[in-house]
C-alpha cells in the first residue's frame, strides 16, 4: 500500500496511537519533507465552541472543545508526525463562517503554510464553498 499510494489519510485517533501510526508510515514511506516521502493525514469532525478555554469532550470521529485546548491538540498531532489535519464542520451550531474565521485568527498562524515547489502547485487543490 505505502508504494503505491500517494499518502494516508486516518481517522481522528487519539495523539498517541496516531504517533504510532505515523511512525510505522515513515518507515514506510520515508521522513516528512525528504525526497519521496508522503503525507500522513488526519480527518474528523470539529465543534469549535465559543469559550476559547472550554475543555475537551468525546465526539465520535473528531473533536470538540475550545481553541485554547484545540491549538495544544493540533500542535500535539504535529509533533506526533501528522502532516494534515482536516476538519468537518457539519456538527456546529455555530455559523462556519464564523468558526473559520476563529481558526484562521487564533490556530493558522501556529501552523504556516511549508514552502511548495512550483512543479507541484498544479496539483494543490482550492478550497471552495458549496
Known amino acids: 500500500m505505502a508504494e503505491h499510494a500517494d499518502g494516508w489519510l486516518y481517522s481522528a485517533l487519539a495523539p498517541e496511537i496516531q504517533r504510532a501510526n505515523t511512525a510505522?508510515?515513515?518507515?514506510?514511506?520515508?521522513?516528512?519533507?525528504?525526497?519521496?516521502?508522503?503525507?500522513?493525514?488526519?480527518?474528523?469532525?470539529?465543534v469549535l465552541d465559543e469559550d476559547p478555554r472550554s475543555?475537551?469532550?468525546?465526539?465520535?470521529?473528531?473533536?470538540?472543545?475550545?481553541?485554547?485546548?484545540?491549538l495544544d491538540l493540533f500542535k500535539t498531532y504535529e509533533a506526533g508526525g501528522v502532516?494534515?489535519?482536516?476538519?468537518?464542520?457539519?456538527?456546529?451550531?455555530?455559523?462556519?463562517?464564523?468558526?473559520?474565521?476563529?481558526?484562521?485568527?487564533y490556530l493558522l498562524p501556529h501552523f504556516p503554510t511549508p514552502e511548495i515547489h512550483p512543479a507541484a502547485r498544479a496539483s494543490h487543490l482550492t478550497v471552495r464553498q458549496f
Open 83 to 105: 502532516d494534515q489535519l482536516m476538519v468537518n464542520l457539519r456538527l456546529n451550531s455555530r455559523p462556519a463562517d464564523e468558526v473559520l474565521a476563529e481558526l484562521a485568527e
Open 24 to 46: 510505522r508510515w515513515r518507515r514506510l514511506t520515508g521522513e516528512s519533507g525528504a525526497p519521496g516521502s508522503k503525507p500522513y493525514a488526519q480527518a474528523g469532525y470539529l
Open 55 to 70: 475543555a475537551p469532550r468525546p465526539l465520535p470521529q473528531g473533536w470538540a472543545m475550545g481553541r485554547e485546548p484545540l
